[in-house]
């Protein structure tokens, strides 16, 4: 019967070869859920020494088959495993963005209910321009802006603040007026100052005629 399974295992597919698997897998999977701790001793006991006969007993090229099928077993389950892992990381990152994105929703609807949108500034009234522009236009207007110098104190103040008084109704008048020395002064001064004007522009036509 042994030979008979070893026969009918090398003739198989490969689909029957992983039908055979799954329900081994399945049935094995099942016994093993029902065991005992002292029973699952005593399996592995028992497939570590049936093993350990089976490889004792091969030859090397049943050996290098053994192997062989260890080694693309190995890997498919090793492909499998990444598959799945693959989803399994696919599927948690999908499940993240989801909660990310509720997450979001719930703190701008959340925050939505605080904010106060500010309004856009209103356009000023027409009036309030117009009667800006006229207080503006009068207090830069001549009669704002002119200035006149005190006869007496020689200080320019703005003309709308000054006081008009005629000559005759200022106190000590005679004050005022200059002294004579003070005429002398400045009548020599200015005689001095047209001298050295006249004598510049002698040199200087001149120089201009020997040139």
Same mark, same amino acid.
């Given at each position: 019967?042994?030979?008979?399974?070893?026969?009918?295992?090398?003739?198989?597919?490969?689909? =029957?070869?992983?039908?055979?698997?799954?329900?081994?897998?399945e049935?094995?999977?099942?016994?093993?859920?029902?065991?005992?701790?002292?029973?699952?001793?005593?399996? #592995?006991?028992?497939m570590?020494?049936?093993?350990?006969?089976?490889?004792?007993?091969?030859?090397?090229?049943?050996?290098?088959?053994? #192997?062989?099928?260890?080694?693309?077993?190995?890997?498919?389950?090793?492909?499998?495993?990444?598959?799945?892992?693959?989803?399994?990381?696919?599927? =948690?990152?999908?499940?993240?963005?989801?909660?990310?994105?509720?997450?979001?929703?719930?703190?701008?609807?959340?925050?939505?209910?605080?904010?106060?949108?500010?309004p856009?500034?209103?356009?000023?009234?027409?009036?309030?321009?117009?009667?800006?522009?006229?207080?503006?236009?009068?207090?830069?207007?001549?009669?704002?802006?002119?200035?006149?110098?005190?006869?007496?104190?020689n200080?320019?103040?703005?003309?709308?603040?000054?006081k008009?008084? &005629?000559?005759?109704?200022? &106190?000590?008048?005679?004050?005022?007026?200059?002294?004579?020395? #003070?005429?002398?002064?400045?009548?020599?001064s200015?005689?001095n100052?047209?001298?050295?004007?006249?004598?510049?522009?002698?040199?200087?036509?001149?120089?201009?005629?020997?040139?």
């Amino acid at each position: 019967m042994k030979e008979r399974n070893q026969s009918s295992r090398a003739n198989e597919s490969e689909e =029957q070869w992983q039908t055979r698997l799954e329900k081994m897998k399945e049935t094995n999977q099942s016994s093993r859920a029902n065991e005992s701790e002292e029973q699952r001793q005593i399996r #592995l006991e028992k497939m570590k020494e049936t093993n350990q006969s089976s490889r004792a007993n091969e030859s090397e090229g049943q050996r290098q088959t053994r #192997l062989e099928k260890k080694r693309e077993q190995t890997q498919r389950t090793r492909t499998n495993e990444s598959r799945e892992q693959h989803q399994i990381l696919l599927e =948690q990152q999908k499940k993240r963005s989801q909660a990310n994105r509720t997450k979001k929703k719930h703190e701008n609807v959340g925050s939505g209910k605080n904010y106060v949108r500010s309004p856009w500034p209103e356009p000023i009234a027409r009036d309030l321009k117009e009667t800006r522009l006229q207080q503006f236009l009068e207090q830069m207007s001549m009669s704002k802006l002119a200035e006149a110098t005190c006869a007496v104190c020689n200080i320019r103040t703005p003309a709308k603040d000054a006081k008009k008084i &005629p000559i005759s109704k200022i &106190p000590n008048i005679d004050l005022l007026k200059a002294s004579e020395e #003070l005429k002398t002064l400045i009548k020599n001064s200015t005689e001095n100052t047209a001298t050295l004007i006249d004598d510049n522009n002698t040199h200087t036509t001149s120089h201009i005629k020997s040139m």
